[in-house]
């Protein structure tokens, strides 16, 4: 089998690349940190407008008609934009909610086990974990319930809801979907970090001087960047093998390296910066932040660990009896 991405892959990734690097370029990333983040509804709507939402569903129903490997491309360049807001859910919601699919609705996600629920202030949908979608009614007492938490990022507000009745907006989902793609587009914008924060480091060690050379030249910053693209690599292979296959294993395998990926490279990346890339003025933490959460969303690296062991099999004793003991 052929896992090269096709032109027509390529060109799709490119053309998002572009069309954030006009929509989402770092004057309005950082205009968005300054406000305390929120969906930006008029760059929702360009997004819906350029597909990235109705990108899965058939061209009958007002889609693109690509798969989950197209999805997963998208999400890798909204990862590496840093692009703020519950983009996944959305995504997931597409073709559900009223006016997902084209960017006028906004869908958050909550995935109960006390997680904190991103975006809830301007969401008009909640997908819950449970196959249930929160709308009308049952929104605006899910809404009521919630209480804001602090977030550590900046970009991402964050609410707590102990407790949630379902009520009359309740409705069917995908259930069997809902986990395990969000995982995987979850991992996806994992994977756009890593990829950035690597070529952030690459070019500040290529630029930055001290003791009348290079960093990039001393063997220390070098194994630091060699380190990153050896996490980063592994990570993209298990990502796009999994987008391509759908296996939930795969899916759980994707998402532990990519969340692995995503921290340890913002961290190396912030270790090559020195002192600058602990500034607020840096862009550094900003992407160690959201690889932290999203770390924590859709599928936790124990979640992921307990689905790879349970994929093992039983555990059998190494020895047959208690002959072989004596």
């Known amino acids: 089998m052929d896992f090269q991405l096709s032109d027509d892959q390529r060109a799709l990734?490119?053309?998002?690349?572009?069309?954030?690097?006009?929509?989402?370029?770092?004057?309005?990333?950082?205009?968005?940190?300054?406000?305390?983040?929120?969906?930006d509804r008029g760059l929702w709507r360009e997004l819906g407008a350029a597909g990235f939402f109705a990108l899965r569903l058939?061209?009958?129903?007002?889609?693109?008609?690509?798969?989950?490997?197209?999805?997963?491309?998208?999400?890798?360049?909204?990862?590496?934009?840093?692009?703020?807001?519950?983009?996944v859910?959305?995504?997931?919601?597409?073709?559900?909610?009223?006016?997902?699919?084209?960017?006028?609705a906004v869908v958050t996600a909550a995935e109960g086990a006390g997680r904190p629920v991103a975006d809830l202030g301007g969401a008009d949908a909640v997908l819950v974990a449970g196959a249930e979608v929160l709308t009308g009614e049952g929104l605006e007492a899910f809404v009521a319930g919630a209480v804001p938490v602090r977030s550590m990022d900046p970009l991402t507000p964050l609410?707590?809801?102990?407790?949630?009745?379902?009520?009359?907006?309740?409705?069917?989902?995908?259930p069997g979907a809902l986990r395990c793609e969000g995982?995987?587009?979850?991992?996806?914008?994992?994977?756009?970090?890593?990829?950035?924060?690597?070529?952030?480091?690459?070019?500040?060690?290529?630029?930055?001087?001290?003791?009348?050379?290079?960093?990039?030249?001393?063997?220390?910053?070098?194994?630091?960047?060699?380190?990153?693209l050896a996490r980063t690599e592994p990570a993209r292979s298990a990502v796009y093998a999994a987008a391509v296959t759908g296996d939930p294993v795969e899916i759980a395998a994707a998402k532990l390296l990519a969340d692995e990926a995503a921290v340890r490279n913002a961290r190396d990346c912030l270790q090559i910066h020195g002192g600058m890339g602990f500034t607020w003025e840096a862009d550094?933490?900003?992407?160690?932040?959201?690889?932290?959460?999203?770390?924590?969303?859709?599928?936790?690296?124990?979640?992921?660990?307990?689905?790879l062991a349970a994929d093992l099999g039983p555990v059998r004793p190494l020895y047959g009896g208690s002959a072989a003991l004596g």
């Not at 490119?14 to 969906?39: N, Q, T, Y």
């Not at 994977?191 to 952030?200: D, I, K, P, Q, V």
């Not at 550094?284 to 992921?304: C, D, G, N, Q, S």
Request: proline share 3%.
């Open 284 to 307: 550094v933490h900003l992407h160690l932040k959201r690889a932290w959460l999203r770390a924590a969303r859709w599928l936790t690296a124990a979640e992921a660990e307990e689905i």
């Open 58 to 87: 058939p061209e009958e129903a007002g889609g693109v008609g690509l798969g989950l490997p197209e999805a997963v491309l998208l999400f890798e360049e909204a990862g590496r934009a840093l692009l703020p807001g519950p983009l």
């Open 183 to 228: 995982a995987l587009l979850t991992a996806a914008e994992q994977l756009g970090s890593a990829t950035r924060t690597t070529e952030m480091a690459v070019q500040h060690a290529g630029s930055r001087e001290q003791f009348g050379s290079l960093i990039g030249s001393f063997q220390a910053v070098k194994h630091l960047c060699a380190d990153m």
């Open 159 to 174: 609410h707590r809801v102990e407790g949630r009745s379902a009520g009359a907006g309740a409705s069917e989902a995908y």
């Open 89 to 104: 859910a959305t995504h997931l919601a597409a073709g559900l909610v009223k006016g997902a699919a084209e960017g006028e």
């Open 13 to 39: 990734r490119s053309g998002m690349r572009d069309l954030l690097g006009a929509v989402f370029d770092r004057d309005r990333m950082r205009a968005a940190v300054e406000r305390g983040g929120g969906v």
